[in-house]
């Protein structure tokens, strides 16, 4: 599934927003750091998931929109033949809030698409039968895959909103290793064949014309982000 499990967003009309993505995967399943990887979207940049050649977090460098899909508990398996949730952040940068005009959800796995652009912030809740759309008011918003029920807003949502900086989200998804935790912001679950963690991390702070990307594999070692610098002519990385 090319989807992310843990969203912040901070976001005030008269700035440009910042977003913080944490992926939960399965620790086998093989993607591509962020990249311009889609030939016919060439100044959209997101990691790619080698399964299906979807991705999880797409950011348009020309409009700074970004658009993530996050997985639901409602609706867990797709009905045969539906389009992958990996293509639902590309249509978010491509189409921003028309995206739902592009496809036909019927069918698909339950999923939360979040939309970021520099003028607003959307989201649409799919429960395998209806699609709500949400417009949020300016501030710090934290959307998770499950929800209210996860306690991970009740545990972290105030310590996002307090610190600022990339730097200071970064501290506080290292602060703690991996846990089994459901409320952690990164996790790990061991089960008999298999083990779901958190594989991927990523800080975007997104204006139009230019991304800032910081991002790791194992976002539990502050030491381990990386970042990267793209317009919409030229990519440097540090």
């Not at 009740?154 to 409320?183: G, I, K, M, N, T």
Request: with cysteine; proline share 8%.
């Amino acid at each position: 599934m090319s989807v992310v499990c843990t969203v912040v967003v901070r976001w005030a009309p008269e700035g440009h927003p910042q977003i913080l993505a944490l992926r939960d995967e399965l620790a086998t399943r093989e993607f591509d750091d962020p990249d311009r990887w889609w030939p016919g979207q060439p100044d959209v940049v997101g990691g790619r998931d080698r399964t299906a050649g979807g991705t999880w977090c797409a950011t348009r460098i020309g409009t700074g929109a970004t658009a993530l899909v996050l997985n639901r508990p409602q609706k867990r398996v797709a009905e045969p033949g539906a389009p992958s949730r990996g293509v639902l952040p590309l249509l978010g940068v491509e189409h921003e809030s028309d995206w739902t005009a592009h496809l036909d959800v019927a069918g698909m796995a339950s999923f939360m698409v979040v939309l970021v652009t520099p003028a607003a912030v959307e989201s649409w809740t799919f429960d395998g039968s209806q699609l709500e759309r949400h417009q949020h008011r300016p501030g710090t918003h934290m959307f998770t895959s499950g929800g209210a029920e996860d306690g991970k807003a009740v545990r972290y949502l105030e310590q996002f909103e307090e610190h600022h900086a990339p730097a200071e989200w970064q501290a506080l998804v290292s602060a703690r290793p991996p846990s089994d935790d459901p409320a952690a912001l990164v996790v790990r679950h061991e089960r008999p064949g298999f083990v779901f963690a958190t594989v991927f991390g990523q800080i975007i702070d997104a204006e139009p014309g230019q991304l800032r990307l910081e991002y790791s594999r194992e976002p539990w070692i502050l030491d381990s982000w990386r970042t990267q610098t793209l317009t919409g002519t030229s990519q440097d990385r540090v």
